[in-house]
């Protein structure tokens, strides 16, 4: 909150300095007051600011975040050593509910970031119980800087729905 405070106050001294020298520079001026408002309003909201992170581009194709784009990356290594297989980004789960009359009805969508089928090492095949194809299992995967509280509830949804658990890098 005082950082918050502190922040706010100086974007504010920017903005009067721009507003009060509009004259001599009028396109730097003008510049500088959406900077400044920008930066006072992302201080007040900083969950839009995740939002509005840098597109990284790899290949053609746009990330949300670094650490998506290098997670993607690595991905790739292994698939192209046979680590993992059937690669998919962005795969989209839709979240159901009952309505009054019993009817399963769409509400949402939940989007992770990959999925894909992964050989499991010799340690993690003794854990490994009851599956279709001893060795292999599905992973769907979440790059995770900062959890919000929507995707913590969709992520759960999407487990508790599909009987799958997500596993957050």
Known sequence: MIAQLILS????????????EHRRSPAVAILTVLVATAGIYFVWVPEH????AELVGIEGD????????ARWVHLKMLEKDGTVWDLQRSPRFKLH????????????????????????DAKMLAVQLFEEAPGVVDVVEECKG???ADW????????AEYGIKIRVT
Not at 10 to 19: M, N, Q
């Open 9 to 20: 106050s100086v974007l504010a001294a920017i903005l009067l300095y721009a507003w009060t």
């Open 49 to 52: 600011s995740t939002q509005l």
């Open 62 to 69: 746009y990330f949300g975040s670094k650490r998506e784009a």
């Open 97 to 120: 509910t009952t309505n009054p009359a019993g009817l399963k009805v769409e509400i949402s969508e939940y989007t992770a970031d990959y999925s894909y089928k992964e050989r499991l």
């Open 146 to 148: 900062y959890p919000t």
């Open 152 to 159: 913590i509830l969709r992520r759960k949804w999407v487990e």
